[in-house]
């Protein structure tokens, strides 16, 4: 059973009628291109088939009621809200997310009324794969869709600007500095491509990958590590990275390229000059990696995966010990490249190895991990798959 199957029976089963419709979402894995989306740059992300599956029916009240199939196999509801009172700061946990969709969609001038919502996911939460943005882009859809406005319809928001409203809702509702990764990847993102995001112009270009036609795979290491400074510490490199782009008079560090690099850091704080190196440089291997799939080359983006992992590692400073230890034992093992994904300080990884290499290097990340008795890590495929859509 999908999980948009297990949303509309739990929705029936909860109100004693039908959903009115089920959008889901799919969480992603950024191939190359981290901490670059909120200095307008480039991102080459990638959808998974995990995905976050919301079942939406109206009530004759202003009310918005969240319940959710928790990782327990139990319904959680979270806080009831009016939709009129919806306000920043207003109320917090897993529900402020649906919550903070409804309010941005009403912001934007959409008569949101009050709504039942089911939630039922696959995505691993706090692994790095965009769990809460898959949630909230399959909320928005559905609250859209339940409007007249779905993709397609006449008047109705693009993706793109769907992606904005998502992200108001994470900055501004719930109070993360996210960039426009997560939603952009969760909405437009098409099954055997990565998508070639250019974060400030909003160009796009579905370039095609599909790893198993050249017997390799993109194996995920979900190292299920997440540190408390994990929030702190993205929000301390996003304001550096502002700092430094006022001090180089540029809007974004986008605009400094890798052969004004030296220049640059020579006209920055030691503390600043890190970030500018790492933003610079991963920008210029989200290019690199772009030409190398656009003819048809997957082993040769190996060692760009290593490179942008130590750049993460040494420049950005946001791994930890279990990225690390992930993507050394990957490649010591036979992988072509690793690199961690996403935010950092926890989460996930990622390693391009050959399909018959798999069990090897399964086990000697599992072995390494043991090694050091960290926790057991959990390990899967990531086959680029399809972005959000109505699946009821």
Known sequence: MTVSERAAELFAAEHGRAASAVWSAPGRVNLIGEHTDYNDGFVLPMAIPH???????????????????GDDGELHQGEEVVVDDLQPG?????SAFPAGVAWALREAGHPVPGMNLMIVGDVPTGAGLSSS?????????????????????PDAPSLAE?????????????GAPTGLLDQTASLRCVESHVLFFDVRSGEAEQVPFDPRSADLELLVIDTRAKHSHSESGYGER????ERAAELLEVKALRDVSAAQLPAALEQLPDELQPLVKHVVTENERVLSTVEVLRSGGYAEIGPLLNASHASLRDDYRVSCLELDVAADAAVQAG?????????GFGGSAIALISSADRERIESAVRSAFAERSLTEPRVFIAIP?????RDL
């Open 51 to 69: 995905r976050v599956a919301v079942a939406v029916g109206p009530r004759e009240d202003r009310t918005l009621v969240s319940t959710t199939l």
């Open 90 to 94: 207003s109320h917090t946990g897993w």
């Open 133 to 153: 943005h898959a949630l909230q882009c399959a909320v928005a859809l559905a609250l859209l869709d339940h409007l007249g406005l779905a993709p397609g319809e």
């Open 162 to 174: 769907i992606a904005r409203l998502v992200q108001r809702s994470e900055n501004d509702y719930v």
């Open 238 to 241: 996003r304001k550096g990275c």
């Open 335 to 343: 992988a072509l490249g690793a690199r961690m994904i996403g935010g």
């Open 385 to 389: 798959s399809a972005g959000a859509g």
